[in-house]
């Protein structure tokens, strides 16, 4: 009996791209990857590359007709270029996912109408609704940016509201949210997979250091309550079902200091903060991702071992040296230039259980 899935496509050329592919690779399937840029890490272990604009109608409808599904691997492909390949075959996650994703009011109005909590927020586009939401949520506060933000970009700090002018200034007055600031005590995420089957497993939570808004390190297990560890999953539940999503998902979360949690974002694919499975369980969320997507029962999320999974950014990656010679699990993403900040690779450390 052949698999249903012979060739997953992949939108989307960067590091998460190359680690689905590589798991992909290993359940004897084939990926092909999509992206406009000619130098794409994941394009490099993969078996077909169509490189070409994500409005570009032949390529896409050409990279439809050489793949069984697609899928995405960064939230930010628009969302008329999935409805475009929906046409024609699968697209998982389906792209009402990725709109949700791509704007963070859309985001925060699907989670609050579902009763998930967020920080408080107001949508702000001029300088008269950016007063009047300082004025409801008080400083300090966080201006962000509704579209494009990642890893801390498009976002600035309010601290007092005589500040506002050049915070709308420092985001080119972009259409954004003020999001009143989580005094948390962690930050945690969960890495949730939905299969077609509608069969869901989460991994266990991990905590998240950020470093200038990138994270730096994911630590496994988070040292939260048995109480909160489940509220934590059965949010992360709740979302995914109720979104009719397949495949894997990215849940980041505050844990507040009197304990509750508010979901800060969510991510509709593989994960940073997912990128210790490789090392910590049989079944990584890349390999969980191609299964769900290609229509497989999902595997097992059991943990065998502690992970603190930590990025190497900018020139951290240059000397493989000294990371190969540690006691640690290496991984090196194949970008070209080293920019500052910029994700070149990560390492994982094991411990036994504790
Ligand atoms: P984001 O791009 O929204 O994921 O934000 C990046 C990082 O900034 C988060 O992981 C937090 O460390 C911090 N941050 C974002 N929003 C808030 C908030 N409302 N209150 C406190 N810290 C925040």
Redesign the pocket.
């Known amino acids: 009996m052949s698999a249903p899935v012979q060739t997953l496509g992949i939108l989307g050329g960067g590091q998460l791209g190359r680690m689905l592919a590589m798991a992909a690779a290993r359940l004897g399937i084939k990926a092909h990857i999509y992206a406009p840029e000619s130098n794409s890490p994941a394009a490099h272990v993969a078996a077909g590359f169509t490189c070409a604009a994500y409005n570009d109608l032949a390529a896409l409808k050409a990279f439809a007709q050489s793949v069984d599904v697609v899928t995405t691997e960064f939230e930010n492909v628009p969302a008329g270029t999935c409805d475009i390949l929906a046409n024609h075959i699968p697209v998982r996650p389906h792209a009402r996912a990725l709109e949700i994703a791509q704007d963070r009011v859309a985001e925060k109005s699907f989670l609050n109408e579902r009763g998930i909590a967020t920080?408080p927020w107001r949508a702000v586009a001029t300088a008269p609704e950016l007063d009047a939401a300082l004025k409801a949520l008080g400083t300090p506060s966080?201006l962000?940016t509704r579209r494009l933000?990642y890893d801390?970009k498009g976002?600035v700090r309010i601290t007092a509201a005589k500040d506002a002018a050049g915070a709308l200034a420092a985001i080119k007055a972009a259409p954004a949210v003020l999001?009143?600031?989580?005094d948390?005590e962690r930050?945690i995420s969960v890495i949730v997979a939905r299969g077609t089957d509608g069969a869901i497993a989460c991994y266990d939570p991990g905590e998240n250091d950020?470093e200038d808004?990138i994270l730096r390190r994911t630590t496994v297990p988070a040292a939260i309550s048995e109480a909160t560890r489940k509220s934590a999953l059965e949010i992360a539940r709740k979302i995914v079902r109720t979104l009719d999503y397949v495949g894997v998902m990215g849940v980041?979360m505050f844990v507040a200091s009197d304990g509750k949690l508010l979901v800060?974002?969510i991510a509709p694919r593989v994960h940073n903060t997912g990128h210790w499975t490789l090392e910590g369980c049989a079944i990584s969320q890349f390999e969980q991702h191609v299964r769900a997507v290609c229509g497989w029962p999902l595997g097992s999320t059991a943990r065998h071992a502690d992970a603190v999974m930590t990025n190497l950014l900018g020139s951290e990656a240059d000397d493989w040296q000294a990371l190969a010679a540690k006691d640690q699990a290496v991984h090196l993403y194949g970008k070209g230039e080293a920019r500052p900040g910029r994700k070149m690779g990560h390492v994982t450390v094991l411990s036994a259980k504790a």
């Open positions: 920080a966080i962000k933000g801390g976002q999001e009143g600031f989580v948390f930050e950020h808004g980041e800060n974002e």
